[in-house]
């Protein structure tokens, strides 16, 4: 090791799901964000997901799970039940319309946290801030999510807006952000105003590849983030990365 080595006893380490969903991994928190588990949206709206579940749900011992706000494909209510019924001490988190949608789902009041708009919340040693969307749902909402002295800004289903730029998403270190510019969400161009803006260090686009109805390619967005200088790959669904 270095000198500018990170400690080994600090972390966080990065799984994409696909569309939305990430697994975020700590050294003291197993933080699942919307993730997309079940096929609901198939039997429900008759769209096929063009991936499986990437990870298996055996081995996720997940401590929160956390969604941006409630729609299917982040608030999975079939993939909610399961992760409840398979982990118990698991903790149910997200904004005033999920909050309720938890609820219906008949998970206990001590198991859920509501997240207010702005407001910070620690799960282990990751701290999330919930900042401003765009969305369909009123209470969607974004995280800025902080660990191992990383700041982490994660979109979440998002319009471009004047007030998803704030000193809290300015200069992180990752910006995950929609591109697919359908259904409520900026798409690609809209997405690299915002990289001009909060000039992040590393962009990955998201939110694309589970419904053939609904993606967008992500390769001239990470041409013109390297153009930019800001540093970009195109995640690999399932396949954990580090900061
Ligand atoms: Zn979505």
Redesign the pocket.
Same mark, same amino acid.
């Given at each position: 090791m270095n000198a500018n080595s990170k400690p080994s006893t600090s972390y966080i380490r990065i799984t994409w799901l696909g569309?939305?969903g990430f697994f975020f991994v700590s050294k003291a928190c197993r933080l699942l964000v919307d993730p997309y588990i079940s096929d609901c949206i198939q039997r429900i709206q008759g769209l096929k997901r063009l991936h499986p579940f990437p990870l298996q749900l055996n081995s996720l011992r997940p401590d929160t799970l956390l969604v941006t706000h409630d @729609?299917l !494909? @982040?608030l999975d209510p079939e993939g909610v039940e399961e992760i409840h019924l398979r982990y118990p001490a698991c903790h149910f988190a997200g904004p005033a319309r999920a909050h309720d949608h938890f609820r219906r789902l008949n998970i206990a009041e001590e198991m859920l946290t509501e997240i207010a708009p702005d407001s910070q919340t620690t799960f282990g040693d990751i701290t999330v801030t919930a900042v401003f969307a765009a969305h369909s749902d009123p209470s969607a909402c974004g995280y800025v999510i902080e660990a191992n002295d990383q700041r982490i800004y994660l979109t979440g !289903?998002t319009l471009f807006d004047e007030r998803l730029f704030s000193p809290q998403t300015t200069d992180v270190d990752l910006l995950l952000i929609c591109i697919n510019g359908k259904l409520g969400n900026m798409n690609a161009d809209e997405a690299l105003r915002c990289i001009e803006r909060l000039r992040p260090r590393m962009a990955l686009p998201m @939110?694309y590849g589970l419904f053939a109805e609904n993606t967008a390619d992500p390769a001239p967005f990470i041409e013109a983030c390297r153009h930019l200088g800001v540093s970009s790959f195109p995640m690999t669904i399932g396949k954990e990365f580090t900061l």
């Open positions: 569309q939305g @729609h !494909d @982040h !289903d @939110h």
